[in-house]
């Protein structure tokens, strides 16, 4: 079975600052691809960046890059230089090989303070 | 390119009625397509999801099912709704090639916000 554990329930980070937030994951396949998810206060899921666990190098997009950590089985977000506009729910999932659905975490809730 | 449509965009509903939400996909042929519901400050369980018309695999039983009438066009229902039904509902497509890939990611509508009272 998949599982994905995102341990931080809320988090704090000042406006500019980088902030980390952390995912683990458990798959005994080793064909597996890593998304990251951001859901603002209206809802939507809004696709933020991949990462395929045959990938050398760890994904990034704009100001987000994923430090995926392999043999720890870690998949975490980087936000460099926060925005007001990062405040959001942030969900990590899964997906392996051969399964249809894509596995999410609980979810970690950001707020950037001024 | 692609776009995902969902209505209505809230629904507040009597416990007992029946429910429908809608699904609609643009820009793409054969999509796989997803129900999630997501209660208040939760994260995301999967409902249904299919690969095709009429094809639907179930991932919780409960009181809700699903249909694909046509390619793009997802259906969530109730017969009868539960105040336990009340949450966000999202639906969302990929392409699954086959392997592993950045086409795998699901792409969500913007949802359906159910109270069920």
């Known amino acids: 079975a998949q599982k994905i554990t995102q341990t931080q329930p809320g988090m704090f980070v000042q406006e500019k600052e980088a902030v980390t937030l952390d995912c683990t994951y458990d798959?005994?396949?080793?064909?597996?691809?890593l998304f990251w998810y951001k859901q603002p206060s209206s809802g939507e899921m809004i696709f933020l960046i991949y990462q395929g666990s045959y990938d050398q190098q760890n994904a990034t997009e704009g100001r987000y890059s994923l430090n995926f950590q392999k043999a720890r089985k870690s998949a975490n977000l980087v936000i460099s230089a926060s925005q007001l506009g990062d405040s959001a729910m942030y969900f990590c999932a899964m997906r392996v090989r051969g399964y249809q659905k894509v596995t999410f975490g609980i979810g970690t809730k950001l707020q950037v303070i001024p | 390119s692609q776009t995902i449509h969902q209505w209505p965009a809230t629904l507040v509903q009597p416990v007992g009625s029946p429910l429908s939400l809608e699904c609609t996909v643009e820009?793409?042929?054969?999509?796989?397509l997803y129900w999630y519901r997501q209660a208040a400050g939760r994260g995301l369980q999967l409902l249904f999801y299919?690969?095709?018309?009429?094809?639907i695999s179930s991932e919780v039983p409960q009181n809700l099912s699903a249909s694909r009438p046509q390619d793009r066009q997802f259906i969530l229902s109730s017969k009868k709704l539960l105040l336990s039904d009340s949450g966000f509902y999202l639906c969302?497509?990929?392409?699954?090639?086959?392997?592993?890939?950045?086409?795998?990611?699901?792409?969500f509508g913007p949802g359906t916000r159910l109270t069920v009272l």
């Open positions: 969302a497509w990929n392409i699954l090639a086959g392997g592993i890939s950045l086409s795998d990611t699901q792409y």
């Open positions: 820009g793409t042929s054969n999509p796989n």
């Open positions: 299919s690969v095709g018309i009429g094809q």
């Open positions: 798959t005994s396949d080793p064909s597996y691809g």
